[in-house]
Each structure stands twice: as structure tokens, then as C-alpha cells.
Nanobody
Framework: QVHLVESGGGLVQPGGSLRLTCAAS????????MGWYRQAPGKQRELVAY???????DYADSVKGRFTISRDSAKNTVLLQMNSLTPEDPAVYYC?????????WGQGTQVTVSS
């Protein structure tokens, strides 16, 4: 059974950094595409970054050069390092796992950017 738990959200000043962690149980990284999505109030959920089984990554244009997705297979975690945060980045950030037609979501972690 797949279970995703996000942590690491919080309040940060503009220009600051946060690192989100997704603890992924029941997931084999060599099979799953792992990703991070975000949803701001009144907006649709959007893809932020993902990593496929061979380690290749892709990012939304709005976060390229600022965010980095990575995984730690030993700990079964997926990380999202977020640097140079702006007032456009606040949202609930969700961890996502995709394998074929099956996808799974975590409960989300709130990121707030404010001075």
C-alpha cells in the first residue's frame, strides 16, 4: 500500500529557502514517477517538478533554476529544495506517485512566503 507523507513546509521570507520531504512507503522508485504539485487558493493544482524512474527530471517553467527535486532511495524519500522563494510560490505542496494508471497523493504541506 502506497503512503506519502510530506513535511518541511512553513513560513519563509521572500528570497528564502525551504526543503520539502516526502516519505514514501510502498513505492519502488525504479518503477514510479515521483513528483511535487502545488495548489494555491482559487487556482488549479499544478505540476512543479517530477523525477522518473531513471532519474531524469523536469520542472515547471516558473521554478526552473530555483527548485530541485531529488530522491534518497535508502530512505525512500523525495525532496524538493526550493530556493529564491517569491510571493508567487505560496501554496499547499503535494507529493505524488504515479505508476501506470495508479496515482497516489500525500496530504500536502503548506508553504507561505511573507515578509
Amino acid at each position: 500500500q502506497v503512503h506519502l507523507v510530506e513535511s518541511g513546509g512553513g513560513l519563509v521570507q521572500p528570497g528564502g529557502s525551504l526543503r520539502l520531504t516526502c516519505a514514501a512507503s510502498g513505492v519502488m522508485f525504479r518503477l514510479y514517477r515521483m513528483g511535487w504539485y502545488r495548489q494555491a487558493p482559487g487556482k488549479q493544482r499544478e505540476l512543479v517538478a517530477y523525477m522518473i524512474s531513471d532519474g531524469a527530471t523536469d520542472y515547471a517553467d516558473s521554478v526552473k533554476g530555483r527548485f530541485t527535486i531529488s530522491r534518497d532511495s535508502a530512505k525512500n524519500t523525495v525532496l524538493l529544495q526550493m530556493n529564491s522563494l517569491t510571493p508567487e510560490d505560496p501554496a499547499v505542496y503535494y507529493c505524488h506517485a504515479l505508476f501506470g494508471a495508479n496515482d497516489y497523493w500525500g496530504q500536502g504541506t503548506q508553504v507561505t512566503v511573507s515578509s
